[in-house]
């Protein structure tokens, strides 16, 4: 997801820091979701083998509800974002979110 781990007195107010036993052992640096839609879009395509746009629709479509299943709509211009990556436009997007709606 393109977390960074940084030491416990690195921590700035929105890390994540972690205790064990009572003591601070680390921090986390969340990114932003917009930098995380990016890895997550790259990780997706890791384990299809090929570039998210080469697939068939089907695929996309399932590609869409992952996506959606993960917040991935909720980030600002994520249906571009995503369009641009399956190789749609952003009217496609919407209809296979809708279509997961109604069904």
């Given amino acids: 997801m393109g977390a960074e781990i940084l030491r416990p007195d690195q921590a700035q107010p929105d890390d994540v820091v972690l205790s064990w036993e009572g003591a601070d052992v680390l921090a986390v640096r969340l990114p ?13 395509e890791r384990r299809h083998g090929m570039p998210l746009s080469s697939l068939d ?21 994520g249906v571009e974002t995503v369009a641009n990556a399956l190789g749609v436009s952003r009217f496609t997007v919407y209809n296979y979110l809708n279509r997961e709606k109604s069904l």
């Fill in 32 to 44: 932003q979701l917009s930098d995380s839609l990016d890895h997550i879009l790259a990780a997706m």
């Fill in 57 to 77: 629709r089907k695929a996309k479509q399932s590609v869409v509800r992952t996506l959606e299943a993960r917040g991935a709509f909720s980030v600002r211009h």
